[in-house]
């Protein structure tokens, strides 16, 4: 607790107080200058906004926080993969298939892949975060110098959104990194590809299923979603030091299946000119190797991280197959009804 403490404090004394007013500082002041001048804000509206905005310093602790241990994938794959979070994606399947139908036919993104980023990302809309994104992105904008430039663009693209969309700046929530909605989409992501998939004149990613849906399937494609093709396959390695040898440290798929098949990785039914990956991922006991493909990579466009990536496609296969079991055991269940 005391680590804790002086952790905070040190933080508040580096990074700034947290009754700062936004609205009276000299960076902030030059911000607004360039947001009247690229963007034709007016000054006064900038000015009543960072007036009503909060330096959030336990935003500050989370992101200057040391890393704690990288997990292994077990470890892993044992916060995502779960009977609950499979059950609770079934169920969201069932209540917004509909919309799920429709994003597959529209943007050619398979539905299983849509309600497993929304399973990973917000556990189907149940921890959506709770900060004001102006606060977040106000705080990491101009007290946290590590990754200020990134974070004062995204403050530019979420007072952007707020004007194109009509919403007021006060009220939108979202992580304490300034992520949105079902989908966890950041300002400028949300710019890009947040669609309102319902027609209904809003893009609306926090309470409206469809447009989440609609958004992350768009999302999917507009980086390269190729249809009815393979994310990762599991594979066999005939020598494990010489596959270690090849395994992708990065995300960008750096090998081509027929040149992982020349060393030992058996990888039937593929093109041999076909872009992949051999991506090695440790278990309790040893480690297992996937075969990343061409829709693997897509998903890592989404969040950076190759277990990120294989999670949601394992959570994705286990929640096609227990909607699949359950829609069998219902059709069996009718039958024998029917029957008697």
């Known amino acids: ?49 960072f007036r009503e905005a909060r330096h959030k310093p336990g935003i500050v ?43 597959a036919e529209r943007f050619a993104v398979a539905p299983e892949y849509i309600v497993a980023i929304i399973g990973v990302e917000t556990r189907f809309g149940r921890i959506m975060g709770s900060h004001r994104v102006l606060d977040a992105l106000s705080t990491l904008a101009f007290d946290y110098p590590p990754r200020a430039k990134f974070f004062r663009n995204e403050l ?26 079902y989908g966890q989409f950041i300002p400028s992501s949300y710019r890009n590809y947040a669609v309102d998939f319902d027609d209904d004149g809003l893009r609306d990613i926090w309470t409206n299923t469809a447009d989440a849906i609609g958004s992350v399937a768009n999302y999917f494609a507009e980086h390269g979603w190729r249809a009815a093709e393979d994310v990762a396959l599991k594979v066999d390695v005939a020598d494990s030091q010489q596959a270690d040898a090849a395994v992708l440290r990065g995300l960008d798929l750096n090998r081509t299946v027929g040149e992982l098949r020349a060393l030992g990785v058996e990888a039937p039914g593929l093109n041999a000119a076909e872009a992949a990956a051999l991506v090695r991922m440790e278990l309790e006991d040893g480690a297992e190797y996937w075969m990343a493909l061409h829709n693997f990579h897509v998903i890592t466009r989404y969040n950076r991280s190759q277990m990120y990536a294989l999670a949601v496609h394992q959570l994705s296969q286990a929640i096609k197959a227990r909607r699949q079991a359950q829609l069998a055991a219902a059709h069996l269940n009718a039958t024998d009804s029917a029957s008697r």
């Open 61 to 103: 602790e989370a992101m200057s926080r040391p890393a704690e241990r990288a997990l292994k994938w077990y470890e892993y794959r044992r916060i995502f993969i779960q009977d609950s979070r499979i059950d609770q994606g079934v169920a969201f399947w069932t209540e917004n298939e509909a919309s799920l139908d429709s994003a």
């Open 1 to 49: 607790m005391r680590v804790a403490i002086v952790l905070g404090v040190a933080a508040l004394l580096l990074y700034g107080p947290a009754d700062a007013d936004y609205s009276q500082r000299e960076d902030v002041r030059a911000y607004m200058d360039e947001l009247v001048s690229d963007h034709g804000f007016e000054k006064a509206e900038l000015t009543a906004i």
């Open 156 to 181: 530019t693209e979420f007072l952007l959104l707020a004007h194109e969309e009509g919403r007021s700046v006060e009220t939108m929530k979202g992580s304490y990194a300034g992520a949105m909605g």
